[in-house]
């Protein structure tokens, strides 16, 4: 099970037209916050979303996913509702593969575009028993020789970024802004992340998001270095991968489903990527969980 969800805070959210816990999980500079669906004896699924989301981005697909697994969505650091990284820390990908150390004991894990997530099934293999990539490359190499102008640009960025004033949006100003920053979104799932996505202040509404994550993020691995990662998290989960791709090319030596839609479609279309995520917990994974016991 997950053994984070022994101590932490739960809070019924009466938001969801179906019973949905509210989850808060203590870390040394606050708190990671998100959703539960299913009960408390399934088996345990991580959602996480993708960059600049939150874990809104699942509201329409759980509830067509099978009800006997739990699902547990989080709103990754800096995103949602979730606290931001203390100041003058930047939001890098083996940070967020911590977060998920502290939040996971076993899991099955659902990734919509966080690049670091297949990076967690390669360094604690022995902790996924399957992965599900939603348009998603896996892993993002990098060329060495763009590493240290990545680097001297992303810091320099982010002393600016440290002086930026929030800007402050009526609700329909903070809807049009993510639907111009989000062209595959609906105006329906735009105002689902929005949920999550927006604070009131005096006068307005701000975004909930640490705008740290709009830097670039400094550490990059080279091709050899994923391939070598690939290798090391498919070697426990290969016959239960199951890899969604709209626009992209797997390197991945695995299931590739291609259906209609764009980035967002789990959010905006979530009965075209249901029956699919579903064949695969029913058959692949119960399969290869049921043949450990």
Known sequence: MIQALKGVRHVTSGTMKQAVTELCVPVPWGEIRGKIWGPDHGRPVLCLHGWADNCGTFNTLLPLLP?????????????GCSSHRPPGVLNVFPSYVMDMRRVVDVFVCINDTMWCFPQFSA???EMVDALVLLDSYGFLPTDPVFLPTLQRFSQL??????????????????????????????????KILLERGLVKVEGGVL???????????????????????????????????????????????????????????????????????????????VNFCDSRL
């Open 207 to 285: 975004f909930s998001r640490d705008f740290r994550i709009n830097l670039r993020n400094v550490v990059r691995i080279s091709l050899e270095q994923s391939l070598e990662l690939q290798s090391r998290s498919s070697s426990r989960a290969n016959s239960s991968f199951i890899l969604f791709f709209f626009m992209h090319v797997s390197v991945f030596q695995n299931t590739v489903v291609q259906v209609p839609g764009n980035h967002h479609v789990h959010l905006n279309n979530p009965e075209v990527v249901a029956p699919v995520v579903t064949n695969f917990h029913l058959s692949n994974f």
């Open 67 to 79: 009800k006997d697994f739990r699902y547990v969505a989080i709103d990754l650091a800096g995103h």
């Open 123 to 125: 360094l604690y293999p």
């Open 157 to 190: 960025n982010s002393y600016k970024m440290e002086e930026k004033k929030m800007r402050v949006y009526t609700y329909e100003k903070a809807v049009e802004r993510l639907l111009a920053g989000n062209p595959s979104l609906t105006e329906e799932s735009a």
